[in-house]
């Protein structure tokens, strides 16, 4: 079951990995082929050559207009997966996710090509709405990582992360190889958390200042482990499981803090994405309205 | 960012615009109005467009100017919007307004019409719409609109309306009015035949007035300033051209030939045209040779006043530069024609066969010598049987003698009569009479082949020239006392005085005279030279001793002649002593009996 699993995952980063190496193509592309007339100042513009086809209600700009509304319609199934009991059955919501995430980043770059970067009135918020739910998009990835997980996604309760410490702890110690020196190592690795760790600060501070402790720990994690008596066979090996330890001490150390972050988060990114995708309605039907259907019409 | 773009001062209605409409459509500006343009059925939907273009619609409809062209259905493509109130709505693309191909709206500009402005014929005063400008969404100030392709909605009517309901380009073509390049004569009904066609056209097109409503027309049109200040135009349309008088209303003739002019005349030219057009052989004077050069009025006079010569005659025009002498003894004319030709005056028909039929044929040499050397310029008083020519009656004969003949003028006056006989009434005598004598004529001696042959005989003389003489040259017998060796040797002064057939008439005596025997001269007889010098050699003789007085006998015989005949000094030289010499023996010997001296 074990060894299932892993296989559907390799399959999973594979074929995720590849769509995004066949989309940031695809999008490079495109941007490369209509570069002279997105740097175009945009009183030129309609003297272009490419005018025609790539402004927003261009034979390009409608499709690219087409191919990111639909990436950001089909991520939304990730919030049904979220909250529809049978389709968990469809994967892990890790991996769902993952897709979520893929469509989330080339949707809105798709938007860019279709606005040709240019953007105003009711669409400028739109578009800006969008960038903003894409980005916190990514900060929620952020978040959602440090928040300890299954690997099915869900986050482990307390006592889960409990056991996941033991079992490092267990695996340094067997590195370690003299008791004294597994406990000198934990012992600084927990001086480490708490000393880099601060859990006393405001939420918007937290959200600023969490990326860099994150790095901060990781960074002092390797130091630390260069200093102990590690075969160098196993050194690698134990400076993973000392950033592992490191990074799960402080998560424990924030949870409730990330978890609360975390929702608000989701407050912040949510409202976005509504109104983006009421503006985008909004935009459809103006554009269809007034006759720029493209491929569709 | 979001909020703030929510918090834009743009109104709410206007969110939905991708941008600001262009000055010309800013009233269509908010989202209320987008339906006015877009359609969901074809976006910019020309047929909205049009709505408001009307009458870019009418044009379309009647398949008129650059929008009826099927490039052109979607307005969206050349009329960008939503690009700002700056905008240029109206696209001519890189070359701009300047630039744009005419031809496109299926009226290419050629000529003049390539180097006018826009605004030049785009213009509010010759705009014809047919409507109210608003109405239709026309602005004349900047309209492209509302101009007819017919040359007269722009332009003024030079013409004033003569070729009203006629195309301008079938005379005129783009590039300037004044050529009419297009216009040929030959397409009216009075195509313009020689002369006519070099001839300004206001010599038969008389100015006409224009009316002050055409020039009030003309006034907004193009050249319309200078046509409104006009008050005439030139009458092009209605000009008279049946009769000939009705341009060349002064008749030369006075009217005295009739009213057909064409009977006489061509367009040509008013003299070669009735030299080519009039036949003047129907007067029975057919022109020929160079009377067919000649200006009629040389023998017609000015203006062909004199319709017809009076006599028909040669003189009735030429002046008898034989003045009369070859008139006929009935006091006709002479025929000219029998000597001249009227290919010209010169060379005469009269040659030397003719003159054979004169009372002096021309052999010899004579055939071969110019006239003149014969007939030489002689006052008119020495011709004999000249007279002057009658003087014509009228003004032919005032007109032929102020006016030279047209041939050369004679250089001589022709001998009116055969010339004498006599040798000498062309050739000077060089013998000066010398041969009256023993010559009647000339010919006696000489013929006409050349002077140096001569058949002459000098036996006519009665002295005839025996051999002794034959050989001695004319001029050493006939000399005239006192000429040169160069009045001897000159052919032309050939002098032959009367000499005496006495010896001594030519000959030298060189005996000094001791044969002299005067009494016999004074008794008619001989001298006696031929006694020792006898005919036909004159050569000396055997002198027969016993003729003289002294015979020589004996010893006499075999004495050298010199022994009895010295030479002696005389006064004129050395001389044989002939006579007188001593008869006597003892004139010569002494007593001894030999030769004593």
Request: hydrophobic residues 35%; charged residues 20%; glycine residues 10%.
């Amino acid at each position: 079951m074990r060894s299932g699993g892993s296989r559907g995952g390799s399959a999973h980063r594979v074929a995720l990995a590849g769509a995004y190496l066949l989309l940031a193509a695809t999008w490079a592309a495109l941007a490369l082929h209509g570069a002279g007339y997105y740097l175009t100042d945009w009183g030129e513009r309609a003297r272009h050559p490419g005018y025609w086809d790539l402004k927003p209600g261009g034979r390009l700009g409608l499709l690219y207009g087409y191919i990111g509304a639909a990436m950001m319609t089909v991520l939304l199934v990730y919030s049904l997966r979220k909250r529809v009991k049978a389709l968990r059955r469809l994967g892990t919501l890790s991996k769902w996710l993952d897709w979520h995430i893929l469509l989330g980043v080339f949707g809105p770059l798709f938007v860019v090509l279709h606005s040709s970067l240019k953007v105003g009135g009711l669409v400028s918020i739109a578009f800006w709405s969008m960038l903003t739910v894409a980005l916190s998009g990514v900060f929620g990835r952020f978040l959602y990582l440090q928040i300890p997980r299954s690997r099915s996604g869900q986050a482990l309760s307390l006592d889960e992360i409990e056991q996941r410490r033991g079992e490092l702890e267990a695996e340094l110690r067997e590195n370690a190889g003299e008791p004294a020196e597994a406990e000198r190592w934990l012992a600084g690795l927990d001086d480490l958390v708490e000393r880099s760790v601060r859990r006393e600060v405001s939420l918007p501070r937290l959200a600023v200042s969490l990326p860099v402790q994150v790095v901060r720990s990781r960074l002092a994690a390797r130091r630390l482990t260069r200093s102990w008596d590690v075969a160098p066979v196993l050194r690698r090996r134990v400076a993973r499981l000392a950033v592992a330890q490191v990074a799960l001490r402080r998560r424990m150390l924030l949870l409730e803090r990330l978890q609360r972050l975390f929702f608000c988060w989701h407050v912040f990114h949510k409202p976005f994405a509504v109104i983006l995708y009421c503006l985008m309605v909004v935009h459809v039907a103006v554009a269809w309205a007034t006759g720029y259907r493209g491929p569709l019409g | 960012m979001t909020v703030a773009c929510m918090l834009t001062p743009e109104p709410a209605s206007a969110q939905l615009s991708p941008g600001p409409l262009s000055e010309a459509h800013a009233g269509l500006e908010g989202s209320r109005s987008c339906l006015a343009c877009h359609s969901g059925r074809r976006g910019v939907d020309p047929e909205l467009c049009l709505e408001c273009h009307g009458a870019l619609e009418a044009r379309i409809q009647a398949g008129q100017g650059l929008h009826a062209g099927s490039e052109f259905g979607a307005c969206e493509r050349c009329h960008i919007e939503h690009q700002g109130r700056d905008f240029e709505l109206v696209w001519w693309g890189d070359g701009g307004l300047d630039g744009f191909d005419h031809e496109r709206v299926g009226h290419r500009l050629d000529g003049a019409h390539a180097e006018a402005g826009c605004r030049d014929c785009h213009r509010p005063g010759l705009l014809s719409l047919a409507g109210d400008p608003s109405a239709l969404g026309v602005d004349p100030e900047s309209t492209f609109l509302g101009l007819d392709r017919s040359c007269s909605s722009c332009h003024a009517d030079p013409h004033a309306g003569q070729f009203a309901g006629r195309d301008c380009d079938a005379c005129h073509d783009s590039d300037g009015f004044e050529a009419a390049t297009g216009f040929s004569h030959s397409q009216t009904r009075f195509a313009l035949l020689g002369e006519h066609a070099d001839a300004p056209c206001g010599s038969c097109h008389p100015q006409a007035s224009r009316t002050a409503d055409d020039r009030a027309a003309a006034a907004t049109l193009v050249g319309g300033a200078e046509l409104a200040a006009s008050r005439s135009t030139t009458r092009y349309a209605g000009v008279d051209f049946a009769d000939c008088s009705s341009c060349h209303r002064e008749d030369p003739h006075q009217g005295r030939l009739g009213g057909r002019c064409a009977n006489c005349h061509q367009p040509s030219g008013w003299s070669d045209g009735a030299r080519s057009g009039f036949e003047h052989s129907r007067t029975g004077f057919d022109l020929r040779g160079a009377h067919r050069e000649v200006a009629c009025e040389s023998c017609h006079g000015d203006g062909l006043a004199l319709a017809r010569p009076p006599s028909g005659e040669c003189t009735d025009c030429h002046l008898d530069v034989h003045f009369g002498a070859w008139s006929r003894s009935d006091g006709a004319s002479a025929d000219c024609g029998g000597c001249h030709r009227e290919t010209g005056f010169t060379p005469s028909t009269y040659d030397v066969a003719a003159h054979a039929g004169s009372a002096f044929p021309l052999t010899g040499r004579h055939a071969a010598i110019a006239c003149e050397r014969c007939h030489v310029p002689v006052p008119l008083a020495q011709l004999a049987g000249a007279a002057e020519p009658a003087d014509p009656a009228g003004d032919l004969g005032a007109r032929r003698r102020a006016r030279p003949p047209h041939a050369p003028p004679p250089r001589f006056a022709p001998l009116t009569t055969p010339p004498s006989e006599s040798c000498t009434s062309c050739h000077t005598d060089p013998h000066r009479a010398s041969f009256a004598a023993v010559a009647e004529e000339c010919v006696d001696c000489h013929d006409t082949s050349s002077w140096s042959s001569v058949g002459f005989s000098h036996r006519a003389t009665g002295f005839l020239l025996e051999l002794g003489h034959r050989g001695v040259g004319c001029r050493d017998c006939h000399d005239v006392e006192g000429s040169s060796q160069d009045d001897r040797n000159a052919t032309v002064d050939l002098l032959f005085d009367v000499v005496s057939t006495e010896c001594a008439a030519c000959h030298v005596d060189p005996h000094g005279g001791q044969f002299a025997i005067p009494s016999a001269a004074e008794n008619g007889v001989a001298t006696t030279c031929e006694r020792c010098h006898p005919r036909p050699r004159f050569a000396p003789a055997e002198l027969d001793h016993d003729d003289a007085r002294f015979a020589l006998e004996g010893a006499h015989a075999a004495v050298a002649c010199a022994a009895c005949h010295p030479t002696v000094e005389t006064a004129t030289g050395p001389r044989v002593l002939y006579r007188p010499l001593p008869h006597e023996c003892s004139d010569c010997h002494d007593g001894g009996g030999e030769r004593l001296r």
